[in-house]
């Protein structure tokens, strides 16, 4: 920023050393803290026409007193005071509570401004604040700061204001003219002022909209030149390929591609011929087809010379996904490797042996695809299915490898737009958003606990028919250990219910690895014909026989996470179904369910699932790398969020950017927050 943030707040007139430790405590130190200590909320006091007035919201009238106020005890302390007060046309009631001295202070005809709750049906203000004395215009929002124990916030409002009058003139804009003019933005100096001191709500909602643009646009600035700077100095590879060879490849594929497939590939495949490396995030909800796409751009690679590598979670997925992916690619003479723990010895040697040698084209496998005892002789394409499993260590140890190949990742977790572009801001983000065609939806009950009996007859009912059933037990926050408890409870309970039928298999987190693979192994080779788990069977396992998933205690999970689990089922010719055993007990819980048995869509839960429990919450505890603003948020300001994004990307891809004067400060900017000089940041 500007000079402000080194000039002391002991500077400002009236704040001597007693109060700047308070406000240090605070992590208050410059006048520039203080002048961006923003206000949580506001109290307002602004007059309002009781005509306009909404049941239970807070109001202030002007009025004159109509009757002589009378008062009940209730007890020694408690009391009711009530009075009628003529506002305008309207002969409303008031009462206080506890405030029995009003009683002689309040005379007929007298002018006094009340401020309180207003019930319509009642025609009743509940007092909070009474002044004898006509309404005062000057200062009708109140701002409301955050405090420590000794500071009051009226205290807090008088040192901003002084801090105001002495250095407000100072307060320099980033933003230069011509995006100020662009989108009608309030000056820097007067935002902070009318931030702090508002005059009415149309003008603080101005300040707002101007605060919300820079801090977008100073974030997108920040993820922008991140990746800038990151295509710049990783030297990427042009590879080289036809596309019409590729246009060959999908024709014969036994469907065609969905437009939403063909704009991904596109968007890929020109990630691959430009000189630049790829860092593309697609997303795809589960069922959108990502596994063609993904062979499309693996076959690209092979066509230009390169080794592609396919990396998965689990061995079970590396099988499952190096099975289909020879499937299709082994008709257009591409040899797929399978490398996983179980690979061992001379099958292992001779396979790594192979791919050195560049006899085989794809790789799939787990993460022992990019460890050091495998080499390639030219790694072109990365793809790693479930994203937040690639970590930053990891493509380091790519680059360290002295390979610097195109990178895809692919995530069936639908993001909404607006995170994927803050969490993600420095990746390109390509999205299916079409199922393919004629595929049968999921159908989805919520039931209460209590009709767990009629479920398990109608589990009954369809593994007699063949099929198998998924059964995911209740979630404790927190506690892995009574997630397991509860796993081995409902497995015993069906054990005994299914006795002699069916076989019920288990699957918790305390399972070793090799105990997870055998169980899933059983339940996809149908050895066991239900499944009952913890939420660890999450990650994309394909079992298309299974058509019942039976979801216990489904309040406790967010939407996107149910939507994963019932992206389970469905993956065959028959119909399948998702049981929610849930007893919400709020309206939003009620709604949340609701929601699933509405849509199957995953980018609209994920979206309602935004707005219902915030971006803090959509990540879970673990992954809370938002950035936080102060006064922008993501969800209701995501229109400014796009708009910033594009500005931002314009702005960093232009030559005056860096150059002009009227960026220089911007540019200082991205200077101090060390993007520029090849930190990482948060
Ligand atoms: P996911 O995105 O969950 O990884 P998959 O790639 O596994 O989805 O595809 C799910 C199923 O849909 C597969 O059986 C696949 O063959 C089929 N599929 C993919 N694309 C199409 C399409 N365009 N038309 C019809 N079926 C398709
Ligand atoms: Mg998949």
Redesign the pocket.
Known sequence: MNELNKISIKTIKGIGEETATLLEEMKIQSVQDLLEHFPYRYEDYELKDLADAKHDEKVTVEGKVHSVPSLTYYGKKRSRLTFRLLVGRYLVTVTCFNRPYYKSKLEIDQTVTVTGKWDQHRQTITLQELQFSPFKKNQTIEPVYSTKAALTVKAIRKFITLALNQYGSQIEDMLPLSLRNRYKLMAREDAVRTIHLPRDHSDLKQARRRFVYEEFLLFQLKMQALRKREREETAGMSQVFQSSDLVEFTNQLP????NA?KRVVNEITADMKSPYRMNRLLQ?????????VAAVALYATVLAGHQGALMVPTEILAEQHAESLSAMLEKVQVRVGLLTGSVKGKARRELLRQVQAGEIDVLVGTHALIQDEVVYKSLGLVITDEQHRFGVGQRRVLREKGESPDVLFMT?TPIPRTLAITAFGEMDVSI?DEM??GRKAIETYWVKHDMLERILQFVQKELSEGRQAYVICPLIEESEKLDVQNAIDVHSTLVQYFKGQWNVGLMHGRLTPDEKEEVMKEFSVNNVQILVSTTVVEV?V?VPNATVMVIYDAERFGLSQLHQLRGRVG?GDAQSYCILLADPKSEVGKERMNIMTETNDGFVLSERDLELRGPGDFFGRKQSGMPEFKIADMVHDYRALEVARTDATELVNSEAFWQDEQYQLMRSYLEATGVLAGEKFD
């Open positions: 469907f065609p591609l969905t497939q795809g909800d589960v069922g959108s087809g990502k596994t063609v069936a299916i393919p065609a994309g394909n993956r």
